[in-house]
């Protein structure tokens, strides 16, 4: 089969490696979708609220080639939440000497 159809032969050995590779990284790749939300509302949080920049300034600054359903920004509870790829990540202001940390 190899001889007759090279080209279908070498697909199907690449295919094969991918499923491969796909196996063993299935526990990072289930916990891509988390970091993109997770990421965004952290950084705009410490964008935002640490450092005192503006909201316009802080959304450009934490834009990401994979996008984001939604970003809110509470300023009287200085609190952000950030959606993506099916998970929503929420992260607030603690304090000066704490800056901002992930809710649970």
């Known amino acids: 089969m190899i001889r007759r159809r090279p080209f279908t032969s070498l697909f199907l050995l690449l295919l094969l490696a991918l499923l491969g590779w796909v196996w063993l990284e299935r526990v990072n790749l289930q916990a891509f979708p988390d970091i993109i939300a997770a990421y965004t509302a952290k950084e705009y949080c410490s ?4 450092e005192n920049n503006p909201a316009q300034y802080c959304r450009g ?12 920004d509470t300023p009287e509870r200085s609190e952000v939440t950030a959606s993506g790829l099916g998970r929503t990540h929420t992260a607030r202001w603690v304090g000066e000497r ?3 940390r992930l809710l649970l």
């Not at 600054?61 to 809110?72: E, G, H, N, R």
Request: hydrophobic share 30%; proline share 5%.
């Open 61 to 72: 600054y934490v834009k990401q080639y994979v996008p984001t359903s939604a970003l809110i």
């Open 47 to 50: 964008c935002r609220y640490v």
């Open 98 to 100: 704490q800056g901002c």
